[in-house]
C-alpha cells in the first residue's frame, strides 16, 4: 500500500508541476497579448478624441471640454478622461477619477518630456489600471496632455479564469491517473505479492499444504523459480530439524521452540493446549479514528507467550481493551500476533462490577497482599467474594465451551485469580488434564488462615490434576495449609494431597525467560541498541554511571527501599555523587486501588526529595520514568546499566532478574537480588542484599560499580548459563511432562 501511495503521489506531483509550468506559461502569454491590446485601444481611443479635444483648446472653451471628456466615458472599461497642462494643471477631468488625483500622474510628466505618447499599469485610487498619456500640441512643443484611465479588472478576471481552468483539469486527470494506477497495482503487481507473501508465511510456520504458483508473466517469472527453489529447501531443511529435536527429546541439551513443540505434540499426542489467564497476551484500544495492537506489561505473558508462540493452541483471557470486541469474530476470538498468527485468543467479557469485584476486589486487595508478606493488610468483603465465584465460573463456561469435542484437553490454569477454576471443571469434564500455575508466593498457614474463605480456595485448586509452585519452599506452605484447612491425606515422600478420592501432585517450576542459543542476526539485521551517551542525552541528565530497575509500581516490590538505598550509597560514598543516576522504569498499576495510587505519590515523593537534597547542575541521583515500556525500550538500559537492583520485599520468581541477564551478551554488569525472589535460588552470582538493610544495599552498589571486569564476567557467565538451560521452554515442557505423567499413572492404576 505505501509503495502505491509513493507511486501515485509521484505522478500526482509530476503532473502538478507539468500543469503548473504550462498554466504559468499560458497565463504569461495572456498577460502580454492583454496588456498589448489594451494599449492598442487606448491609442485609438486617444488618437479619435484629440480631434475633438484639440479646437476646444484653441477656443479655451473650458467648459465645453470637460463635457467632452465625460461623454467619452461611456465606452467600455473606460475609467475616466483627464486633460492637464506643462505644469500639472487639470483642465477637464472626468468625475470617475477626480476624486482620486490629487497630481497629475508622472506618465504625464513623461509625456510632455519625451513629445511622444506613454502607457503604464499602475495604481490609482488603491486599484489596477491602464494609463495612457497622449501629448498635443499646437506649435513645436507639447501645450496640453491628454490621459486616458482604462479600468483593468477584466485582465485578472481572465487570467485567474486560466489558472482555475488548468488546476480543475490537472485534478481530473489526476484522479483518472490515480484510479488507474490503483487498478493496475492491484490486479497485476499487489494481488500477486500478497498471494506469495501469504503463501511464504505458511511455509514459514509449517501450514502450507501444497505448491504455490504465480502469475505467469515475465515480471514473475523469475521470482516463481527462486520461490519453488526456496520452498523445497526450507521444507527439507524444517524436515531435518523435527527429526534432530526428535532425537534430541531424551538428551539433556538446550531447550528449544523447536524441541518443545515435538515434545508437546509426542506427550499429548498432538491435542491442543488451552492457557487460561486474567492478563491478556494483546489488547486492542482505540487511538484516535484507529485500533492499535498493544501488549500489557506482565511477566505471566512474557513467561507463557513463548510456549504457545512454539506450540500453539489457544489463549483464554478477559478481554480489556476499549476496542477489543470489534476486532474478534462470532465466537469471541481472534488469532495472535498480529502479523504472525499462531495462536488463538478468545476473549471473556467481564462487567464493570465484575472486574471491580472480582480483579481489583478479591484478587488484588484480598489474594495478593495475603499471598505476599510485604506488610500490607488483607482485605476481604463478601460482595468481592460473590464476585470471584461469579467470574470464575464465568471463566469455566467459556473453557468448557472451547473443550467440547476434544478427547482429554490440557488446560493449563494461571494464577490466584482462578483458585476455584480447577474444581469447576473438573466437576464437568473429569477426563480433562487440568494444571495451575501459582506465580506469587503462598503464605504459611497461620498466615493464610486469616482468609474466611481458604476452604473454598483451597478445595477449588485441589481440583487441578498438576499445582505448580516456583519453590519447593512454596510447595511446602502450601500441603501445610492444605492438612490444617481440609481433610485430606498427604504424601510428603510424592509430594501430593488426596481430597474426595482426587490426587492433587503439587510440585516446583521455577519459571523463566525464552532464552536460548539462536544464532545472532546477521550484522546488516541487527537493530542499533543505543549507547550509554544516547540514553544520557535523551533523558538530559550528565552522569557516567548507570543503575536500573524495572518494575511494576507496586508495593511488593521494594522501590521506596530501594530509592532509600541509593541514597545512602551517594551519602556514604559522597565521590560518586555527579556521576552515578539510577533509572527507574515503572509502569503504573492497579491506580484504581487506593493502596497502589497512594503508593505511586508516594514513590514520585520519595524520588523528588532525593533529587531536591543532592542533585547538581545537570546532574540528578534518580529519574522516575512512569509509564508502560515495551522490551524494546527497555532493552538499551539493560545492555548498558552498570548495575540492575531487585529488591522485592516478597516475589514469586521476578523475570526482571534473568531478563537483564538475558541482555548481557557482554558478560558484564552486576545483579543485585533481593533473597526473598524465587530468583534469588537459582542466580546465586548475584549480590544478594536484603531490601531492609539499607546499609547493605549502600555497601553492595559500591561493590558493584567497582567490580573488576573479570569478576562481572564470571559471574555473568555463570548466571547466563543457567538462565539459558532453565528457559521458559524447559519449563513449559517439564510442567506438560508433570501433566502427561500424572495421566499415565492415573491409567495404570484402573487397569
Known amino acids: ?35 498589448e491590446e489594451i494599449d492598442r485601444r487606448a491609442s485609438i481611443l486617444a488618437e479619435s478624441l484629440q480631434e475633438t479635444v484639440e479646437p476646444l483648446l484653441t477656443e479655451r472653451a473650458i467648459s465645453r471640454l470637460q463635457k467632452a471628456v465625460e461623454r467619452f466615458t461611456k465606452r467600455e472599461r473606460l475609467a475616466g478622461v483627464a486633460v492637464y497642462t506643462p505644469a500639472g494643471e487639470a483642465l477637464a477631468v472626468t468625475p470617475q477619477i477626480s476624486s482620486k488625483l490629487q497630481d497629475a500622474p508622472a506618465l504625464v510628466g513623461q509625456a510632455f518630456k519625451t513629445g511622444s505618447a506613454q502607457g503604464k499599469f499602475m495604481t ?46 490537472l485534478f481530473v486527470q489526476a484522479l483518472l491517473i490515480s484510479l488507474t494506477t490503483l487498478l493496475i497495482v492491484r490486479w497485476s503487481i499487489v494481488g500477486p505479492i500478497a498471494n506469495m507473501a501469504e503463501w511464504l508465511k505458511k511455509v514459514r510456520l509449517g501450514e502450507a499444504a501444497g505448491p504455490f504458483t504465480l502469475m505467469k508473466t515475465d515480471l514473475f517469472d523469475p521470482l516463481s523459480t527462486e520461490i519453488s527453489h526456496m520452498t523445497k529447501s526450507l521444507f527439507m531443511a524444517r524436515a531435518t530439524a523435527e527429526e534432530e529435536a526428535r532425537l534430541r527429546a531424551q538428551a539433556e541439551s538446550l531447550w528449544t521452540p523447536e524441541r518443545l513443540k515435538e515434545h508437546v505434540r509426542t506427550r499429548l499426542n498432538d491435542r491442543p493446549i488451552f492457557v487460561v489467564s486474567n492478563r491478556e497476551p494483546y489488547s486492542h484500544i482505540r487511538k484516535g479514528k484507529s485500533i492499535e495492537c498493544i501488549v500489557p506489561a506482565s511477566g505471566l505473558i512474557t513467561a507463557m507467550e513463548p510456549v504457545l508462540l512454539a506450540c500453539g493452541g489457544t489463549w483464554i483471557a478477559h478481554g480489556s481493551g476499549d476496542a477489543d470486541s470489534v476486532v474478534v469474530d462470532a465466537h469471541n476470538a481472534i488469532r495472535v500476533p498480529p502479523d504472525e498468527p499462531r495462536y488463538t485468543l478468545k476473549r471473556v467479557w467481564l462487567t464493570k462490577e465484575e472486574e471491580n469485584g472480582y480483579y481489583y476486589g478479591f484478587a488484588n486487595e484480598g489474594l495478593w497482599p495475603l499471598c505476599h508478606i510485604a506488610h500490607t493488610r488483607p482485605i476481604f468483603r463478601v460482595e468481592d467474594w460473590a464476585y470471584y465465584q461469579t467470574v470464575n465460573e464465568k471463566f469455566s463456561r467459556s473453557i468448557l465451551e472451547d473443550i467440547e469435542g476434544t478427547d482429554v484437553p490440557y488446560i493449563l490454569i494461571q494464577d490466584y485469580h482462578f483458585a476455584l477454576l480447577p474444581r469447576m471443571i473438573k466437576h464437568e469434564r473429569p477426563d480433562a488434564r487440568i494444571a495451575l500455575f501459582w506465580h506469587i508466593p503462598w503464605p504459611n498457614p497461620e498466615s493464610f488462615g486469616i482468609c474466611p474463605w481458604q476452604k ?11 499445582l505448580g509452585f516456583h519453590t519447593q519452599f512454596h510447595c511446602n506452605n502450601f500441603l501445610d495449609t492444605v492438612d490444617r484447612a481440609l481433610e485430606s491425606r498427604i504424601d510428603w515422600e510424592h509430594f501430593s494431597a488426596t481430597h474426595e478420592a482426587h490426587t492433587t501432585w503439587v510440585k516446583p517450576f521455577p519459571i523463566s525467560i525464552a532464552f536460548t542459543d539462536a544464532p545472532p542476526l546477521s550484522h546488516h539485521e541487527k537493530p542499533e541498541v543505543p549507547s550509554k551517551d544516547a540514553i544520557w542525552k535523551d533523558l538530559g541528565v550528565s552522569a557516567q554511571l548507570l543503575g536500573v530497575g524495572v518494575d511494576r509500581l507496586d508495593y511488593t516490590k521494594g522501590i521506596l527501599e530501594r530509592f532509600r538505598g541509593i541514597e545512602r550509597f551517594l551519602e556514604k560514598y559522597p565521590e560518586y555523587q555527579g556521576k552515578f543516576t539510577f533509572v527507574e ?135 547466563r548459563e543457567i538462565v539459558k538451560d532453565h528457559n521458559v521452554y524447559r519449563w513449559a515442557a517439564e510442567l506438560i511432562a508433570g501433566l502427561a505423567q500424572i495421566r499415565l499413572e492415573e491409567g495404570e492404576k484402573k487397569s
Open 456 to 466: 473454598d480456595i483451597v478445595q477449588g485448586m485441589l481440583g487441578a490434576d498438576l
Open 585 to 719: 522504569l515503572g509502569a503504573p498499576s492497579r491506580t484504581l486501588i487506593k493502596r497502589y495510587h497512594d503508593l505511586v505519590a508516594d514513590i514520585e515523593a520519595m524520588a523528588n526529595r532525593i533529587n531536591w537534597r543532592l542533585q547538581s547542575g545537570t546532574w540528578k541521583p534518580i529519574v522516575l520514568l512512569k509509564k508502560h515500556h515495551s522490551h524494546e525500550e527497555i532493552f538499551p538500559f539493560y545492555k548498558n546499566a552498570d548495575v540492575c537492583l531487585v529488591t522485592s520485599l516478597h516475589d514469586g520468581m521476578n523475570l526482571v532478574a534473568k531478563e537483564y541477564v538475558a541482555a548481557r551478551d557482554d558478560e558484564q554488569g552486576v545483579l543485585i537480588l533481593s533473597p526473598f525472589t524465587g530468583a534469588s535460588r537459582e542466580l546465586r552470582d548475584a549480590l544478594i542484599v536484603s531490601p531492609y538493610d539499607i546499609e547493605q544495599m549502600a555497601d553492595a552498589i559500591k561493590q558493584a560499580l567497582e567490580m573488576e571486569p573479570e569478576e562481572q564476567k564470571a559471574r555473568m557467565k555463570r548466571m
Open 124 to 169: 490609482i485610487g488603491g486599484k489596477m489600471t491602464h494609463v495612457y498619456a497622449l501629448p498635443l500640441s499646437r506649435g513645436e512643443s507639447p501645450t496640453e496632455a491628454l490621459m486616458i484611465v482604462h479600468d483593468t479588472d477584466y485582465i485578472h478576471t481572465r487570467l485567474s479564469y486560466i489558472w482555475r481552468y488548468n488546476f480543475l483539469r
Open 1 to 35: 500500500m505505501r509503495i502505491t501511495l509513493r507511486l501515485i503521489v509521484s505522478l500526482v506531483v509530476v503532473l502538478s508541476l507539468a500543469a503548473s509550468l504550462f498554466a504559468w506559461y499560458q497565463v504569461r502569454s495572456e498577460r502580454a497579448r492583454l496588456s
